[in-house]
């Protein structure tokens, strides 16, 4: 490709929102971002850019594999963001630690992945979503749970479900037997890949039997209500995996209170981004959608690596993924379309008009008449005033179009709702 | 309730995996012919006819909610779907074939080593696990005439037989993956849909278990 050509191109896995799908994307993100303050949380605006260092943090190989590096001019290695959880950890980690706790901070930005564009991945894609820093607690997590819920309710989809993992109840389970890493790797992709012949292979493979294999092979079944946990309870007596079981149900029992249970559904054989969650993890689903559009769960070792150890917990929706079932309508068109004539009254009801709340759009072409009737009417707009001689106007709307002066359309102008 | 979408290989698989479904209780109408779309008698799958390497597309994208593929063409991809049963049929393996002149022969110590393939990546990881640098070549099919017309040295494709390999005066010099029809999920249906989907699996749990003990 020439670069004359390449000129007019977007790189692959980008993309250009505008029209009715940039309005729904700004609408699903202020809806978000009020939902979150009305809980308490306070925003924060990070850099786009990091230090690869810092934002390779306790990423995962396919993660650091999907950077976008650079060289900044004095040859030290950047990065454009993967995720927001990092740049969070590391403002928290290194300014916001001795602050009052807990911290409830939310973030709206773009996130630059080097996918594949595939099933709804982007190369540059926006996580609107919240952190909940120095709280452990079954309460903290029931919080953050909460609003994820809420927030897939936000997206108008009649059917919609929170899974509800816990990685310590599987860590617990996993390390009591002592396997070496590949081992375990080989155990965490079969229960992944919920391939029952490749796990009763590699039980078989690394001499495991009895009781321990009955449990591992019941583990991709452990998906359903609070009944879940008590099948779980008998699989395993390590302590520390009945110790994530209690906290799990505690969570739960907390998310019932609030009415949450319907949509919430227990999955505690869900063994992905182990290494890099310590607690509860959940993934939003929506019907009709092959993918999640959010994820999230509890990282206590994460803002350690910046400072003062402290638990967290939060998570991060997708909106572009989000745009593809959320129920959107088309953006409304103006309230009042007019001439951009130099009558003071003229711009003083336009000045009325916006200071009321109504969208008025001013005609910059010198058009009137016909001419602006027919661009006020491509554009949707509710009602125009076609000319204008400074004391009265030709106003047009749905019930055709009539004289009237601008004092009086200064009072009427009150009772066009939006 | 609306039916899952199914999404079946055409070609070497349809009939074997179409007749498995069958004896899972998934019965279809005689007539099938050559529709891309129908359901079974129940209503409960709509079943779709996906060019073999296109399923697991349509199950990652979640525009069908299971699939059958052969391991050779899942693991050539990285899908990100979970597969929860092989189903015994469609049985083969993916090979490292050549004439018979390189039997034996030490492939660390050929440079320049060429290989043609339809499986690139699954090609490259067997080299790049061996520390063998070889180039690999990628073709769409008939990868058996690459060595006869000096494109390249050996191959890697499918064997069932073995039958087209001998025909071309090649051998079969090493097993890299052996493989059979799987059935795959695409990963938000099977937590939205768990219990009909689980209830699919284990109904074609059991047809398999059935067909491995009548041939015991």
């Known amino acids: ?42 925003r924060v605006v990070l850099p786009t850019i990091g230090y690869d260092e810092t934002l390779s943090t306790q990423a995962s190989p ?143 493979a690394l001499a495991i039997t009895g009781d321990t294999a009955e449990a591992i092979l019941a583990l991709p079944s452990l998906c359903g209500d609070a009944e879940v946990i008590e099948r779980a309870r008998h699989l395993t ?88 079932v959320a129920h959107s309508a088309p953006p409304a068109g103006p309230d009042l379309v007019l001439p951009a004539c130099e009558h003071a009254q003229c711009r003083q009801l336009a000045a009325l008009a916006r200071s009321l709340g109504l969208r008025v759009e001013s005609d910059l072409l010198g058009r009137t008449g016909a001419a602006l009737a027919a661009a006020a009417e491509a554009r949707g707009a509710a009602r125009a005033i076609l000319s204008c001689d400074g004391e009265r106007c030709i106003l047009a709307d749905a019930t055709g179009a009539r004289e009237v002066s601008l004092a009086v359309l200064q009072e009427e102008v009150r009772t066009w709702s939006r | 309730m609306e039916p899952l979408t199914f999404a079946l290989p055409k070609g070497r698989l349809q009939d074997e995996v179409l007749a498995l479904l069958g004896e899972a209780g998934y019965a279809l109408d005689a007539d099938v012919g050559r529709r891309l779309v129908f359901e079974d008698r129940s209503g409960a799958l709509r079943f779709i006819m996906a060019k073999p390497a296109d399923v697991p597309t349509y199950v990652e994208y979640g525009a069908a909610a299971l699939g059958v593929v052969g391991l050779d063409v899942l693991r050539e991809g990285r899908w990100d779907v979970i597969e929860p049963l092989a189903l015994g049929v469609g049985v083969c393996r993916l ?68 039958r087209t390999l001998v025909e071309n005066g090649l051998i079969e010099l090493q097993t890299i993956l052996p493989s059979e029809a799987v059935l795959i999920v695409n990963r938000a249906a099977h937590k939205m849909q768990f219990e009909r989907i689980e209830a699919i699996v284990d109904r074609l749990a059991a047809a398999v278990t059935r067909r491995e003990e009548a041939q015991a």
């Open chain 1, 1 to 42: 490709m020439d670069s004359i050509e390449r000129r007019r191109q977007r790189p692959l896995g980008l993309t250009d929102l505008f029209g009715e799908q940039a309005a729904a994307y700004a609408a699903l993100e202020r809806l978000l971002i009020e939902q979150f303050e009305r809980w308490g949380y306070q």
């Open chain 1, 237 to 324: 007596g390590n302590p520390a995996a009945q110790a994530a079981l209690d906290h799990v149900a505690q969570v739960y029992r907390l998310l019932a209170l609030d009415g949450y249970a319907e949509h919430i559904i227990l999955d505690l054989g869900e063994v992905r981004s182990m290494d890099y969650y310590t607690g509860i993890t959940f993934h939003g689903y929506v019907s009709g959608l092959g993918f999640h559009v959010l994820s999230g769960g509890r990282y206590d070792r994460l803002i350690g690596h910046f400072g003062p150890q402290m638990p967290a917990v939060g998570f991060a929706m997708s909106i572009e993924r989000s745009l593809l």
């Open chain 2, 95 to 162: 090979s490292l074939a050549g004439p018979a002149s390189w039997r034996g022969r030490n492939l660390r110590l050929q440079p320049g080593l060429r290989v043609a393939s339809k499986y690139p990546r699954l090609t490259h990881e067997f080299f790049q696990a061996q520390g063998i640098s070889a180039e690999i070549i990628y073709l769409n099919g008939s990868v058996e005439l690459a060595p006869a017309v000096g494109l390249a040295d050996l191959l890697v494709d499918l064997v069932q037989s073995g």
């Open chain 1, 62 to 204: 396919r993660l650091s594999e999907q950077l976008y590096r650079f060289f900044d001019r004095d040859g030290r290695a950047l990065a454009l963001r993967p995720d927001m959880t990092v740049p969070v950890a590391r403002l928290v980690g290194t300014t916001l630690y001795d602050q009052p706790l807990p911290l409830r901070l939310y973030y709206s930005g773009k996130v630059f992945r080097y996918e594949q564009p595939q099933a709804g991945q982007r190369r540059e894609f926006t996580q609107v979503g919240i952190e909940l820093i120095g709280a452990a607690t079954a309460a903290a997590d029931a919080e953050v749970i909460g609003m994820a819920v809420e927030a897939l309710r936000a997206l108008g989809v009649s059917t919609f479900q929170l899974n509800l993992g816990q990685v310590d109840f599987l860590k617990g389970m996993l390390n009591g037997m002592n396997l070496s890493a590949e081992g375990l790797a080989a155990l965490e992709q079969a229960i992944n890949r919920r391939s029952r012949v490749e796990l009763q292979r590699t039980l078989a």
